[in-house]
């Protein structure tokens, strides 16, 4: 497993507000932070860009390694690098659904990232149920709501069960557990309320 450093987080939204939130949620994972989805798809080009150097550093390097066990150790990085370039460029994107900013909508950002980056699961974070069902149908890999009281909360429960339980929960499910357990439940010692977060696995 991953460290948090290791981690590359990308969230996306219009508001100044939510990325103070989503920063302190994230703190100790690598993040990068977009104000409309054309700045995203920017940033997204800057790190396939860093992948790219990396990865003529480490072939410069094995083209002058002549121990078979550290060449081994390269190829190795060299293949996930090239595997990160092509299909993951992030280890997760965050992303609003409406965003009057930004040009695509969130919806459109996700439908062309999940299209481009098959491997990189993005995690809408909205106000709008329509759009988040919406979202659900374009291959979104979850989503939070957003209620402006506890979402710093949620977005770290969120990153929470992705890095660490890797536990998708089907909306039918957590419905069903919230009928059961009432108005709130923990998860990894953070007390969030039922209903406000919910993954919309595909598989």
Do not use: C, W
Request: hydrophobic share 35%; charged share 30%.
């Amino acid at each position: 497993m991953l460290p948090k450093k290791r981690r590359r987080i990308l969230f996306v939204d219009d508001e100044e507000r939510v990325h103070k939130y989503e920063m302190k949620a994230a703190q100790g994972y690598s993040q990068m932070h977009a104000y409309h989805p054309v700045h995203a798809l920017e940033l997204v080009e800057k790190r396939i860009s860093a992948i790219g150097r990396l990865m003529k550093m480490k072939e410069a390097r094995l083209e002058k390694e002549t121990d078979n066990k550290k060449k081994a150790i390269l190829r190795r990085q060299i293949q996930y690098l090239n595997s990160m370039k092509q299909k993951r460029p992030f280890d997760l994107a965050v992303s609003d659904v409406n965003m009057p900013a930004g040009n695509p909508s969130g919806l459109s950002l996700l439908e062309r990232l999940t299209a481009i980056y098959p491997k990189m699961p993005v995690l809408m974070h909205s106000d709008d149920k329509l759009g988040m069902r919406e979202a659900r149908k374009t291959g979104a890999y979850g989503a939070v709501k957003k209620d402006y009281t506890s979402d710093e909360h949620q977005i770290r429960a969120a990153l929470a069960q992705k890095f660490r339980t890797a536990k998708k929960v089907k909306l039918p499910e957590l419905e069903a557990r919230a009928r059961a357990l009432g108005q709130r439940e923990t998860m990894k010692g953070i007390q969030m309320p039922d209903m406000q977060i919910f993954y919309v696995a595909n598989s």
